[in-house]
């Protein structure tokens, strides 16, 4: 491991911070959504940290052997919990729906697996030499994160498609990219850009999650007046048709043509 990979943490980190305060101190989310952006991007932090500490620990003296093992327990372990972190923003209500306590009992239970087969080494092991090496049933994390992924993925699109925006397309590229460098990574082990590339994600998530949600007014549901604005000033342009639904004691709807 060279110090560019360092500067690169560095930069990794830097970055994940400045997006917890900007969560923290955002006026736009509300305390669910801000509470599931910051958690993800403190376990990406944790995480990366993690990936430098079993670099630099790996092939050290026997007794840094421990710190091996538990970075490596810990890093496996905890990646499905991103996607799960960033699932729990999607939906506005405070109550869990099934699906997610039931993806949380599957992390619980994954996690418990995963520090059983510690001593066998079936997922990951650490030789007494204080060297790591993938075990035969090494594809169970890799099914474990895929999955989250699927599940990340299907709940976003699911969300989208409640909005009016048209860049809710744009979850397609950020998909195949993310599955793109997870399997580069797994294909080639010693390139270690898998958690960087998941903090640029992670970001150009947090847009479009922004961008989705700022569309609609929050107590209505409807477009905000930005948003109808732009889409009437544009069919201004296209001899299209505008709806405007005007309503008053629920007695009549008027419909207007540009």
Same mark, same amino acid.
């Given at each position: 491991?060279?110090?560019?990979?360092?500067?690169?943490?560095?930069?990794?980190?830097?970055?994940?911070?400045?997006?917890?305060?900007?969560?923290?101190?955002?006026?736009?989310?509300?305390?669910?959504?801000?509470?599931?952006?910051?958690?993800?991007?403190?376990?990406?932090?944790?995480?990366?940290?993690?990936?430098?500490?079993?670099?630099?620990?790996?092939?050290?003296?026997?007794?840094?052997?421990?710190?091996?093992?538990?970075?490596?327990?810990?890093?496996?372990?905890? +990646?499905?919990?991103?996607?799960?972190?960033?699932? %729990?923003?999607?939906?506005?209500?405070? &109550?869990? &729906?099934?699906?997610?306590?039931?993806?949380?009992?599957?992390?619980?239970?994954?996690?418990?697996?995963?520090?059983?087969?510690?001593?066998?080494?079936?997922?990951?092991?650490?030789?007494?030499?204080?060297? %790591? !090496?993938?075990?035969?049933?090494?594809?169970?994390?890799?099914?474990?994160?895929?999955? !989250?992924?699927? %599940?990340?993925?299907?709940?976003?699109?699911?969300?989208?498609?409640?909005?009016?925006?048209?860049?809710?397309?744009?979850? %397609?590229?950020?998909?195949?990219? $993310?599955?793109?460098?997870?399997?580069?990574?797994?294909?080639?082990?010693?390139?270690?850009?898998?958690?960087?590339?998941?903090?640029?994600? !992670?970001?150009?998530?947090?847009?479009?999650?922004?961008?989705?949600?700022?569309?609609?007014?929050?107590?209505?549901? $409807?477009?905000?007046?930005?948003?109808?604005?732009?889409? !009437?000033?544009?069919?201004?342009? +296209?001899?299209?048709?505008?709806?405007?639904?005007?309503?008053?004691?629920?007695?009549?709807?008027?419909?207007?043509?540009?």
């Amino acid at each position: 491991m060279n110090g560019y990979f360092y500067v690169l943490t560095t930069i990794d980190i830097f970055v994940l911070c400045f997006m917890c305060v900007l969560t923290r101190l955002s006026e736009s989310l509300n305390k669910k959504q801000k509470r599931g952006f910051f958690f993800a991007f403190i376990l990406i932090a944790f995480i990366s940290l993690l990936e430098v500490i079993t670099l630099k620990v790996d092939g050290l003296p026997l007794r840094y052997r421990w710190i091996n093992i538990i970075s490596n327990y810990l890093g496996f372990g905890l +990646t499905p919990s991103v996607c799960i972190c960033l699932v %729990y923003v999607l939906d506005k209500k405070t &109550r869990l &729906r099934w699906e997610f306590k039931l993806a949380i009992l599957c992390e619980i239970i994954y996690l418990l697996v995963l520090a059983i087969s510690i001593p066998s080494g079936l997922v990951f092991s650490v030789s007494q030499e204080n060297i %790591y !090496s993938r075990g035969p049933y090494f594809f169970i994390y890799i099914f474990v994160y895929f999955i !989250s992924i699927f %599940y990340l993925s299907l709940s976003t699109i699911l969300v989208s498609k409640q909005f009016q925006n048209r860049s809710k397309a744009l979850i %397609y590229p950020l998909i195949i990219f $993310l599955a793109a460098e997870t399997i580069i990574q797994i294909m080639v082990p010693n390139l270690h850009v898998s958690w960087l590339c998941v903090t640029l994600l !992670s970001v150009l998530y947090f847009i479009y999650c922004s961008e989705m949600w700022n569309q609609l007014d929050s107590l209505t549901g $409807l477009l905000n007046q930005n948003s109808f604005l732009n889409r !009437s000033h544009e069919m201004n342009y +296209t001899n299209g048709m505008l709806i405007v639904f005007d309503v008053d004691d629920f007695d009549y709807i008027k419909i207007v043509r540009v």
